[in-house]
């Protein structure tokens, strides 16, 4: 049994938390919240140069070659920092959806500028309100060129191309590679209730649309969010575990009646709970990271899993850290807001906990095992 | 990272198996039996003691046990390995558990040469049963506060009082005893802890009848029943420190709440009509079977964290607090929610409904689950306390005389 990172993944683990928190205090996701800038182009260019961005790219294309784990642990730190880049945006999405999905000539191409973090990318794939199906997708290539719009894209006024769900010549939902900064692009940055992370609409209107060969039909695209997913629950606990340690602090600090808020039952259980929601989510984001590691045919059921834990960790946590700070809990002023926008924004990109469920139980039925499985 | 044993481990776990093969039988595929108790089975108490005998003799019985003590001298990791094969037999072990892990463990750590020569032993082998004289009526989650006095008589001590909650008193041998010396100093520092021959004269054991109507519990009272000196345990005074020696084995162990789970619900699920249609179709029913899977998978994943440790030979970290009280709360809900999803049928036990009534037993004794070992309360303060930093509630009883400690409204 070793149902853990291996030692130089954990000795990253530390060297990004200790880097972090010098680099990015909440000082720094505030600062991209209160302004018009739409991420810390500096911090991004300083984990471009520790090779972060390139982690699971292979080390032929200029990247780190740490594979999928080695993403895992950053994203965990990258959430506990709250860090204002385009992080999952450009490596659980579009770096990945390259390495699966590209051809040879499209890796050369593109992922040796993704890993130095000059070229960013994203995804898109939401069109409306409601559960995001690749079944349904009303964005559609023709002649080679992309018609559609695509609401609340992370990061899509800035990064540089954007990998697109879209129906292909037989209707089948197919991924798409589309630079962002040509003809037939419109992109409008978009108010969010996180601004710390940027987003956009974006409305494609005959933008010269480049197939990934193997990116075709619903599977891919539910393959590529199964992948990011996993990474993405990494981030999600992170959140999460600031959030408890800043709850945690402050009921250590804060008296009431004479005695630390933190010496009640009341806030001891509520952080207790926080706790158990945490460790849950933690173990079933190893799960994924072990699924994703070893190409497991579990992986579907494992992200889902993964998935639900770290939304429900990231919202019991944020939510609670608010209530534990009382009335200062919902100023502009303290840093607990930062927390709960965050952990909300995570929850829906790639998809709520609510459409997750679904998917679980229908991959559960599908499989038919389930007593080996909760074995 | 992979979940495969190392060399080492696997064959261990291949001497495991085959000795559970040649001496136990499987279990069968779909039984429900494995969670009911079985100890109450006839002859189910002989069984028990040949099969422990077996396993004392090919050295599964105390396989993390020091050499010293009569074990194996082998790893947690081996004991993890061995109670995971053991499980899918169809033996009955848990009636041993007080004994090795707790009593003899306590005996061993904190007690003479001369006892540990005498109980190790026949503990091992299925010989002497064990159980344990803690809880009170007036001491439950604080047990400190337990009341049955020790009053030293030359060479012996004279107990007087009563326990309760004990589990397996009316077939133990022996149990381990803690009781009030001194009710002059403050609660924690009057107690001394005891071995107990349960056939002493003066020691009546009267069954609880639990709300399941199994009798799994006791009370047991004291009525100036004799113990010699040397059947103390560490120094006078000293008893609440050596109840803690292994006290949070009972707490921290690995076991999950016996009981219907994620798979009992899917397979009921799966075989119910609702309004409309199959149950299993019904988005309601489909979002919180993820929730269960999720919550069951996290616990599982949690233990292999666990085991991580303990392969690597390190000290488990704190996420192990959590398993007991994630288990035992989610056994109750499943418990109650298939009985929703049976309906108006739902009522009646036996043999013809779904699982052969297990939800039906485990709503009625699934309550003991989240109280015993350990209250969700109490667990919910260990993990405040000593994972998360949290400071210790305010205790009022603390540094008083425990004979001026209130004990009720009029007291």
Same mark, same amino acid.
């Given at each position: 049994?070793?149902?853990? /990172?291996? $030692?130089?993944?954990?000795?990253?683990?530390?060297?990004?938390?200790? /880097?972090?928190?010098?680099?990015?205090?909440?000082?720094?996701?505030?600062?991209?919240?209160?302004?018009?800038?739409?991420? $810390?182009?500096?911090?991004? #260019?300083?984990?471009?140069?520790?090779?972060?961005?390139?982690?699971?790219?292979?080390?032929?294309?200029?990247?780190?070659?740490?594979?999928?784990?080695?993403?895992?642990?950053?994203?965990?730190?990258?959430?506990?920092?709250?860090?204002?880049?385009? /992080?999952?945006?450009?490596?659980?999405?579009?770096?990945?959806?390259?390495? *699966?999905? #590209?051809?040879?000539?499209?890796?050369?191409?593109?992922?040796?500028?993704?890993?130095?973090?000059?070229?960013?990318?994203?995804?898109?794939?939401?069109?409306?309100?409601?559960?995001?199906?690749?079944?349904?997708?009303?964005?559609?290539?023709?002649?080679?060129?992309?018609?559609?719009?695509?609401?609340?894209?992370?990061?899509?006024?800035?990064?540089?191309?954007?990998?697109?769900?879209?129906?292909? $010549?037989?209707?089948?939902?197919?991924?798409?590679?589309?630079?962002? #900064?040509?003809?037939?692009?419109?992109?409008?940055?978009? *108010?969010? /209730?996180?601004?710390?992370?940027?987003?956009?609409?974006?409305?494609?209107?005959?933008?010269?649309?480049?197939?990934?060969?193997?990116?075709? #039909? *619903?599977?891919?695209?539910?393959?590529?969010?199964?992948?990011?997913?996993?990474?993405?629950?990494?981030?999600?606990?992170?959140?999460?575990?600031?959030?408890?340690?800043?709850?945690? $602090?402050?009921?250590?600090?804060?008296?009431?009646?004479?005695?630390?808020?933190?010496?009640?039952?009341?806030?001891?259980?509520?952080?207790?709970?926080?706790?158990?929601?945490?460790?849950?989510?933690?173990?079933?984001?190893?799960?994924?990271?072990?699924?994703?590691?070893?190409?497991?045919?579990?992986?579907?059921?494992?992200?889902?899993?993964?998935?639900?834990?770290?939304?429900?960790?990231?919202?019991?946590?944020?939510?609670?850290?608010?209530?534990?700070?009382?009335?200062?809990?919902?100023?502009?002023?303290?840093?607990?807001?930062?927390?709960?926008?965050?952990?909300?924004?995570?929850?829906?990109?790639?998809?709520?906990?609510?459409?997750?469920?679904?998917?679980?139980?229908?991959?559960?039925?599908?499989?038919?095992?389930?007593?080996?499985?909760?074995? | 990272?992979?979940?495969?044993?190392?060399?080492?481990?696997?064959?261990?776990?291949? &001497?495991?198996?085959?000795?559970? &093969?040649?001496?136990?039988?499987?279990?069968?595929?779909?039984?429900?039996?494995?969670?009911?108790?079985?100890?109450?089975?006839?002859?189910?108490?002989?069984?028990?003691?040949?099969?422990?005998?077996?396993?004392?003799?090919?050295?599964?019985?105390?396989?993390?046990?020091?050499?010293?003590?009569?074990?194996?001298?082998?790893?947690?990791?081996?004991?993890?390995?061995?109670?995971?094969?053991?499980?899918?037999?169809?033996?009955?072990?848990?009636?041993?558990?007080?004994?090795?892990?707790?009593?003899?463990?306590?005996?061993?750590?904190?007690?003479?040469?001369?006892?540990?020569?005498?109980?190790?032993?026949?503990?091992?082998?299925?010989?002497?049963?064990?159980?344990?004289?803690?809880?009170?009526?007036?001491?439950?989650?604080?047990?400190?506060?337990?009341?049955?006095?020790?009053?030293?008589?030359?060479?012996?001590?004279?107990?007087?009082?009563?326990?309760?909650?004990?589990?397996?008193?009316?077939?133990?041998?022996?149990?381990?005893?803690?009781?009030?010396?001194?009710?002059?100093?403050?609660?924690?520092?009057?107690?001394?802890?005891?071995?107990?021959?349960?056939?002493?004269?003066?020691?009546?054991?009267?069954?609880?009848?639990?709300?399941?109507?199994?009798?799994?519990?006791?009370?047991?009272?004291?009525?100036?029943?004799?113990?010699?000196?040397?059947?103390?345990?560490?120094?006078?005074?000293?008893?609440?420190?050596?109840?803690?020696?292994?006290?949070?084995? =009972?707490?921290?162990?690995?076991?999950?709440?016996?009981?219907?789970?994620?798979?009992?619900?899917?397979?009921?699920?799966?075989?119910?009509?609702?309004?409309?249609?199959?149950?299993?179709?019904?988005?309601?029913?489909?979002?919180?079977?993820?929730?269960?899977?999720?919550?069951?998978?996290?616990?599982?994943?949690?233990?292999?964290?666990?085991?991580?440790?303990?392969?690597?030979?390190?000290?488990?970290?704190?996420?192990?607090?959590?398993?007991?009280?994630?288990?035992?709360?989610?056994?109750?809900?499943?418990?109650?929610?298939?009985?929703?999803?049976?309906?108006?049928?739902?009522?009646?036990?036996?043999?013809?409904?779904?699982?052969?009534?297990?939800?039906? =037993?485990?709503?009625?004794?699934?309550?003991?689950?989240?109280?015993?070992?350990?209250?969700?309360?109490?667990?919910?303060?260990?993990?405040? =306390?000593?994972?998360?930093?949290?400071?210790?509630?305010?205790?009022?009883?603390?540094?008083?005389?425990?004979?001026?400690?209130?004990?009720?409204?009029?007291?």
């Amino acid at each position: 049994m070793n149902f853990d /990172f291996p $030692d130089d993944l954990r000795q990253l683990r530390d060297e990004a938390r200790r /880097f972090l928190r010098d680099r990015c205090p909440t000082s720094v996701p505030r600062r991209i919240l209160e302004s018009a800038e739409p991420y $810390d182009r500096k911090l991004w #260019g300083e984990i471009a140069g520790m090779g972060w961005i390139g982690a699971a790219i292979p080390e032929a294309f200029g990247g780190a070659g740490l594979g999928a784990l080695g993403v895992c642990v950053l994203a965990e730190e990258l959430g506990r920092a709250l860090a204002p880049v385009p /992080f999952s945006s450009s490596v659980y999405l579009a770096t990945e959806a390259i390495l *699966a999905f #590209g051809s040879d000539a499209q890796k050369e191409r593109l992922l040796p500028r993704l890993a130095a973090g000059e070229t960013i990318g994203t995804f898109a794939f939401a069109e409306r309100p409601g559960a995001a199906d690749p079944r349904k997708l009303e964005a559609h290539v023709a002649d080679g060129r992309l018609h559609g719009t695509k609401l609340a894209v992370p990061d899509g006024d800035v990064a540089d191309f954007a990998i697109v769900a879209a129906r292909g $010549d037989e209707r089948a939902p197919w991924l798409h590679r589309v630079e962002l #900064g040509g003809s037939g692009v419109t992109r409008t940055p978009v *108010a969010t /209730f996180d601004p710390s992370r940027s987003h956009a609409r974006i409305v494609f209107d005959g933008a010269p649309a480049e197939p990934l060969p193997r990116g075709q #039909g *619903a599977q891919q695209v539910r393959h590529l969010l199964d992948r990011a997913t996993v990474m993405m629950a990494f981030e999600q606990v992170g959140v999460a575990q600031a959030a408890l340690e800043m709850a945690r $602090d402050y009921a250590l600090e804060r008296y009431a009646f004479g005695r630390p808020i933190g010496s009640f039952q009341a806030i001891k259980h509520k952080l207790a709970d926080i706790y158990v929601a945490v460790e849950l989510a933690r173990s079933n984001a190893y799960y994924g990271a072990w699924a994703l590691s070893t190409d497991a045919a579990e992986l579907p059921i494992a992200a889902a899993v993964a998935r639900i834990a770290a939304c429900e960790a990231g919202w019991v946590a944020t939510r609670e850290n608010i209530q534990t700070h009382g009335g200062m809990g919902f100023t502009w002023q303290f840093d607990c807001q930062l927390y709960y926008r965050r952990a909300k924004l995570l929850g829906l990109a790639l998809g709520s906990a609510r459409e997750w469920k679904h998917r679980l139980i229908g991959e559960l039925r599908a499989r038919n095992t389930t007593s080996q499985m909760a074995a | 990272m992979d979940f495969s044993d190392t060399p080492e481990e696997a064959a261990f776990r291949a &001497e495991a198996r085959a000795f559970l &093969e040649a001496n136990a039988e499987r279990r069968k595929p779909g039984s429900v039996e494995g969670y009911r108790r079985g100890q109450d089975a006839p002859g189910a108490l002989e069984r028990a003691r040949a099969f422990q005998a077996k396993k004392a003799v090919a050295g599964f019985a105390g396989i993390a046990w020091p050499k010293e003590w009569g074990g194996r001298g082998g790893t947690q990791m081996q004991q993890i390995i061995y109670q995971q094969e053991e499980a899918k037999f169809d033996v009955l072990s848990g009636i041993f558990g007080i004994g090795l892990q707790i009593a003899i463990p306590t005996v061993c750590t904190c007690g003479t040469p001369e006892q540990r020569e005498r109980f190790a032993g026949p503990a091992l082998r299925g010989e002497e049963i064990w159980c344990q004289l803690f809880s009170e009526p007036a001491g439950g989650s604080d047990l400190a506060a337990l009341r049955t006095r020790a009053d030293r008589g030359g060479d012996e001590w004279i107990i007087n009082g009563q326990k309760i909650w004990t589990s397996g008193a009316h077939y133990s041998q022996f149990g381990i005893l803690v009781a009030r010396s001194d009710p002059n100093v403050p609660k924690h520092a009057g107690l001394t802890f005891f071995i107990l021959d349960m056939a002493s004269p003066g020691v009546e054991i009267r069954p609880i009848r639990q709300m399941s109507g199994s009798s799994h519990f006791n009370e047991v009272f004291f009525t100036d029943v004799r113990i010699p000196d040397t059947m103390r345990v560490g120094a006078v005074g000293h008893g609440w420190r050596v109840a803690m020696t292994t006290l949070m084995n =009972e707490r921290h162990g690995m076991r999950e709440a016996p009981g219907p789970d994620f798979s009992e619900l899917f397979e009921l699920a799966r075989n119910i009509e609702l309004e409309d249609g199959p149950a299993l179709d019904n988005a309601a029913v489909q979002e919180k079977l993820a929730e269960w899977y999720v919550r069951t998978q996290g616990l599982r994943f949690t233990k292999f964290r666990t085991m991580t440790s303990l392969s690597r030979g390190q000290t488990p970290g704190p996420e192990s607090s959590i398993i007991k009280l994630v288990a035992a709360g989610k056994t109750q809900e499943i418990a109650a929610y298939g009985l929703d999803l049976i309906g108006m049928a739902g009522p009646a036990m036996g043999a013809e409904m779904p699982l052969q009534g297990l939800f039906e =037993e485990a709503l009625l004794y699934s309550p003991a689950l989240r109280i015993a070992g350990g209250t969700d309360e109490i667990l919910r303060n260990i993990i405040a =306390e000593r994972v998360l930093g949290l400071p210790q509630d305010v205790r009022v009883d603390k540094d008083v005389p425990f004979r001026d400690v209130p004990s009720g409204r009029r007291g």
